[in-house]
């Protein structure tokens, strides 16, 4: 047996420029290959558009609301929506939506309450599309993650049944060992280029998750504070109820006052002509 595996090793083999590297690899492995590398190149791209995308709106969120709360205190509306407007990302875009409904809310003299209700609809239909655009072709490399694997897996498994089929179909005096090898290349081959493949797609996506999600947070809380700071701060105030008098101080009841005393003396009785009887 060990002649045999010696054989098969040093059997001399003729070697041609596109057998070197990796694009004999490509060659060796099979047909299997040439999807996981168009995986490889997509998979790229996405990790390169998402650097790039992530990088150019990172800014620093909390300085930016404070600015924009400040133009507010001093009732510089338009001031505000230009600064909103000359920066990228998710908070300068949420607080844009807020502060542009509460101009006009506030232009048709709307009450508070209203206010209120309005600015948090225009925030909360704004959110998906900031989701959306923050998650663009992420899903893209969640699938490079997941199918190249499932190549390479499939490399492995027309492997074993190319091997087992050279051994069935062997004539005799063939090398055993040779045909077994060939079917054992092709399926190490390409398992082993797709886990290179899915491995580190699966690695960005899980980071660019992560960087989507503290940015969805931060426009979140943007959204709170803008609610409280225009609809506390800056909001008409409602007109106040007229308050009631109030009641007069309760002056005790009048004592009563003794009437004229009845006598108790009866008169004398009147004769018929006036005089007493």
């Given at each position: 047996m060990l002649m045999l595996f010696a054989e098969a090793v040093a059997a001399p083999v003729e070697k041609h420029w596109w057998d070197a590297g990796a694009l004999g690899y490509m060659f060796d492995g099979g047909i299997f290959m040439w999807p996981i590398l168009l995986l490889a190149i997509?998979?790229?791209?996405?990790?390169?558009e998402r650097f790039r995308t992530l990088r150019l709106i990172a800014i620093d969120a909390q300085d930016l609301r404070t600015q924009v709360l400040d133009l507010l205190y001093q009732d510089k509306i338009e001031e505000a929506v230009e600064l909103c407007a000359r920066s990228?990302?998710?908070?300068?875009?949420i607080l844009a939506v807020g502060i542009h409904r509460y101009k006009?809310?506030?232009?048709l003299n709307y009450d508070p309450a209203k206010i209120e209700e309005q600015v948090v609809k225009a925030m909360e239909d704004y959110s998906p599309h900031i989701t959306?655009?923050?998650?663009?072709?992420?899903?893209?490399?969640s699938t490079v993650a997941s199918v190249a694997p499932m190549l390479g897996s499939l490399g492995t498994v027309v492997g074993m049944v190319l091997m087992f089929q050279g051994i069935v179909a062997m004539e005799a005096g063939e090398n055993i060992i040779?045909?077994?090898?060939a079917g054992i290349q092709v399926k190490l081959i390409v398992t082993v280029w797709g886990l290179m493949v899915g491995i580190p797609a699966y690695m960005f996506?899980?980071?660019?998750?992560s960087v989507v999600s503290q940015h969805i947070l931060e426009a979140e809380e943007t959204a709170s504070q803008l609610v409280e700071a225009l609809v506390l701060q800056f909001a008409p105030a409602a007109p106040s109820a007229p308050t009631a008098p109030a009641p007069a101080p309760m002056s005790p009841p009048p004592r009563p006052q003794p009437g004229p005393v009845a006598s108790v003396i009866p008169s004398a009785p009147r004769g018929p002509k006036g005089g007493p009887s």
């Open positions: 997509i998979g790229t791209g996405v990790v390169i990228h990302g998710p908070v300068p875009a006009l809310l506030r232009k959306a655009a923050l998650e663009k072709n992420l899903p893209i490399l040779k045909k077994a090898a996506f899980n980071y660019f998750t």
